[in-house]
């Protein structure tokens, strides 16, 4: 029995070795200030709108995204690239959207290759702007948040 303990402790450090690394991932995002990433969004403003009478403009309304299917949003025209992703399992996250938004290209074609979908990771999202820096990105998407049906 002491041997199959040992291998269930050694799979759950292998499993933990393999969460994600970036300090939003590990569960700080509750450091995202809402107040904060409102003026954050004011520069995604210029492609998205956000809110109950939100509409798509260059970019897909941005209401209700987290726990949306990637390239789904009823009536915006998105790249191939991002409908792949979708067809392929992306469904948005706080997570995956801080991680995608410091290059939306490069996130998009990792998460295809990782999933075996080399093939389909061409072209480019529509996406040109980029948000490094890490606070800003917590502060948005707890704004982003705000607009999602179950808030948590």
């Known amino acids: 029995m002491t041997g199959k303990l040992a291998a269930i402790a050694a799979g759950f450090a292998a499993f933990a070795a393999l969460a994600p690394s970036t300090s939003f991932a590990a569960g700080e995002g509750a ?14 403003m210029t492609c998205h709108r ?11 309304v941005l209401t209700g995204v987290i726990g949306r299917q990637s390239g789904t949003a ?16 992306l469904v948005w996250s706080e997570d995956l959207i801080f991680e995608y938004l410091p290059d939306p290209n490069a ?30 990105r917590k502060d948005v998407i707890a704004y982003i948040k705000t607009f999602s049906p179950d808030k948590k």
């Open 74 to 89: 009823p009536g915006f025209a998105y790249s191939e690239l991002n409908k792949h992703a979708g067809e392929n399992g």
């Open 50 to 60: 956000i809110g109950p009478e939100a509409k798509n403009m260059v970019g897909p």
């Open 31 to 44: 450091g995202g200030d809402a107040a904060k990433g409102e003026q954050v969004f004011k520069q995604c």
């Open 107 to 136: 996130f998009l074609k990792k998460f295809l290759t990782d999933k075996g979908k080399a093939d389909l990771a061409t072209g480019s999202t529509k996406m040109v702007f980029k948000l490094a820096n890490e606070q800003q």
